[in-house]
């Protein structure tokens, strides 16, 4: 009984917010930041993979072209980096129609492959575009310029950064509860049937594929103004593994699980990297594994089936 | 041309071809449905109904052949635009969204007129300006008291009734059921057949059901107009009471065992 109180809207609501405040006092604040930006990656993710039954292999040329594009206008322009992150989301929401238009159409794994050969596409121009991208340097010294203000210490940035990261999950879980995500979920379970009470479930799909780049975007933007730099790893296929990895880990369908999954592994991964562990992947992929066998529902998911009892 | 006759053709179909690699599943059907009536495709096991079902509502394009919604053709357009013209069909296999209730679902069907389903940075609760509707269309199929269970822990029976609320909900011009008894028993179908008996005749007018069928109780019961397929061609078309009789229809469902090769 107390625990399914528990379960309920506020609470959960207010000990999220509060971890997420608390966050740079508990992680190292750069870490922090990942953890941030990952979580909205992840949750941009579910809301194709959870929510319209979409797994997408490729969303890191959303996240890795809006580090780019964030980079090149705050570098180029001197705006404030605001400004650069909602550029670099606005580039990636552009750049997702007609990556999103050629392949909305298949399903299952034909998406999931045609998403990452579209990644790849990405890499290689951002490979080989090396006045533009820097190339294999990647682009370096990307200011966060804000009205003078010094934000040079990575923990008063986490304090900048957050709220574009809560804004971007706010968006994300306005668009699961609105009449939109609801046709979305009619999509997930029943595209036949949707499109047999109306829906054009291509321009629905469509829809969700360029809002979820765009939140992808967002936390690539500020990831890249939070490391000062852009490198092709935010391009790399093993981008958008880890983020299909995180959702899964946290539970698919979930939103909030994918900030789970993203805290788990980004912390993990800088703990064996300081730890001078090179092989991170082992570990993070054998706690996967595990996951995937025990908790089928993923973390999160596991977490409220037991408080729902 | 005037308003809609009673009796005249509310949807035709001319010279219906599919062809899957070669094979013809549907081979040049001709099909008037009357305003206002009945109509049941009834045909063996690889007959072309649902084919044909398929063609009309477009899940399939047609290889050849047109297909009318009054002024609107149909042949070749999206399964949602006929739907948005008005031509509602039922699954088959009932076919919901799991972990939609009732009165989501029909909150759903109801809402795909306007355009409230793009609004993604609103709140569903919007959506429960159609819940009085919905929940009127879940009282008129018996529904009414489940309006909040998940749709995948219904009864059968029930599914089936969610479904012809659903079609209802679109409030077409021309409903299609596939097989609106199909796994049910005895008195489920009784139900049923009362069910579509009563619906029909709602807001004053009677609407047109074009159904596939295969239990001929039902068809009797139900049909004004009866077309019979084989081989994904006309075999014969009229009243049941006349076509029940038809040596050909008899040899059509029997088999051809009694024949000489």
Redesign the interface.
Known sequence: MILSRLAGRPVLLVIGLVAALLLPWFVYPPVALDIACWALFAAAVDLLLGFTGLLSFGHAAFWGSAAYATGLIAVHSGLPFPVAVLGGAAFSAVLAVPIGYLSIRLRGIYFAMVTLAFAQMVYFVANQWRDVTGGENGLQGIPRDFFGVDLSDPFFFYYAGLPFILAGLFVAW??V???????L??IR??S??A???????DR?KL??FV?SAALSGLGGGLFAIGHGFASLDGVYWTTSGQAVMMVVLGGIGTLWGGAIGAALIVELNDRLATAGFQETGIITGAIFIVVVLVFRRGVWGTARTLLER | MAGPVPGSPVLAARGLVREFRGFRAVDGVDLDVAEGSVHALVGPNGAGKTTLFNLL?G?LKPTAGSVRLGPHELAGR???HV??LGL??S?QIT??????TPL?HV???L???TG?????????K??RRFSGRAAELLEQVGLDGHGATPAGALAYGRKRALELA?ALA?DPKVLLLDEPTAGMGVEDVDRTVRLIQRVRETGGRTLTVVMVEHNMSVVSSLADRVTVLQQGRVLVEGPYAEIRHDPRVVTAYLGDSNAAH
């Open positions: 306005r668009i509860r609105s009449p939109f995500g609801r046709v979920v009619s379970d029943n036949a049937r499109r047999a009470l109306g829906y054009s479930i629905y829809l969700v809002l | 509502t899940f999206s399964p949602e739907a948005r509602a069909r699954f076919s919901l969204f799991a972990e939609l989501q909150e759903l069907a809402a795909g007129r409230l389903g793009w609004r993604f940075w609103r709140s569903d919007a959506l659903l679109l």
